[in-house]
């Protein structure tokens, strides 16, 4: 079992040789799609995190201007406690926010000049309802104390357009590159199939099993598609690790998170998703174009 | 081994055997001949189930091979050696790589693939040639080689298409000593071919072909058939055909 297996995986490597700029457009192929499939799935992950980060939908962000005495915004929040329609009210002090934002900033040489805080006092308010959300927004931006306001709503609306989009987008894609992929394994099998015929005929005569005569085949395609595979999460990481690094922290919100890849979980899911793909285009066309008997 | 009422049409071609009966004994050594385009290659082809006749029953080891379900075909062809009319070597394998493919398939692997390859390439004379590719060696050889290959996973019934076409007289009588010995071990042997003289100096069953028909089924034949030997041989007592001539008897 296992020196057939062995002598099946000899025959696999010679078809992968003899095809071997087919077998390069097959890895190259996958690992276009994969990277692209992971580049919008990541994406879209990471457009969800900053969403779980911005208010909620029944959350107001009310912004008080910096002038306003810590007084004040306590009366402020005894108001908005009594109003109808509000669950909670919550206080973000400026100085908690501003140590915050320091430990998050990469570089400290930037804000170095700045010894004052020019972050405002921040009120986090829970509505009942996504209605009183909006209305309660509306009031809170008449006030001459609120500098601004985030009501989770229209904030995730657009934001949740946003990522939809992505999502979509990105999925339509990835589909397409997928099966293109796939398709490109399949072929490149053809091929082989096609530039075997002899060998297999004779495997035939001689009584090999469709099994022992599909097998090389289909290795190869699942090898072509891992290879591509891995190549889509080395990149992807590559590429995530350096965008980390240089472009993200220069994003607003964005920069306030931690871009949350694990290479190798990138990496094996990918390659995984290369041998789906791999195994079934070949299985596929190994099926179609393999004449029995 | 036993054929009935075969008959055959090719798919845009004339009928290529037409209600063939006859049956072999296991062990037995059969001569298949007729002109070329008589029907005798696609008759080896039916009993290894490359073609499948249009009518008719065929058995091959109690199995019928006409209907056999498409998973029993390896191991229909396991109890075959088939030596093709063309030899059938892949080019880019040695000639012990083809000879070993046949065990591989069914397999074979490790110690015993290595003994039984060399075993069967020395049978025929051509380990010294074993890491040769087919291009490399004569025809002869290559013939050979697709003996080798037939032998080497010890079947019960051999089939040759012209094991010996294209082969010089000496070189052809080597093979066909081989084939009688392979015989000799109880292997059963139909041996479509040409080859007169051959027929006539082994002096065994014969079955003729005529457009796709078996017209001649004798027990130990010559390649003509009994009477115009014995016409011959009033012509030129000197030349007639070799071995005892008996009269036709059914299979
Ligand atoms: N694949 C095919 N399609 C159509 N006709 C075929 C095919 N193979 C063989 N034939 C026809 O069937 C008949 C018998 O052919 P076959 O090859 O069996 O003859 P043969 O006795 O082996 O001849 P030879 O001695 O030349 O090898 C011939 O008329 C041939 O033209
Ligand atoms: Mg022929």
Redesign the interface.
Known sequence: MI??FM?LLREAWLNGFRQRLMILACVTTTAVALTTLGGFALLAWHVHLIADALPRRIEVHIFVRPTVPRTRVNELMAALQRSQGVSRVRLVPREIAWQEFKKSWPGPDVLDGLNDNPLPDKIEVVTTSPDRTLTLAREVRAWPESESVRDGAQVLQRLLAVAGFIRAGGLIAAVLLALGAAWMVGNAIRLTLHARR??I??????????A?IRLPFIIEGTTAGTIGGVLAGALLAAGLTHLSNTLLPEIPLVSELQLAIDPTLVGGSLAIAGAVLGLTGSIVSVRRYLT?? | MKLAHVSLQHARGALALEDVSFKVEPGEFVFLIGQTGSGKSSLLKIL???LKPTGGEVWVDGTEVTSLH?RG??????K?G?V?QDF?L?PDRTLFENVS??L????V??KPLNQRTIEALDRVGILPRARMFPHQVSGGEQQRAALA?AIV?RPQLLLADEPTGNLDPETSRGIMDLLLEINCSGTTMLIATHDQPLVDAVGRRVLELQGGRLVRDEAQGGYDSAEIQQDLEELHPATGGSGAVKGSEPG
């Open positions: 020196f057939t002598f002899r060998d005929r004779v495997m035939q005569l001689v009584g090999a099993t469709n022992f029995l008997d | 290894n189930r490359e498409r075909v390896p191991s229909l062809r396991r075959l088939v093709f059938r892949l493919f046949a591989r398939v069914i397999g692997h490790g290959r996973n």
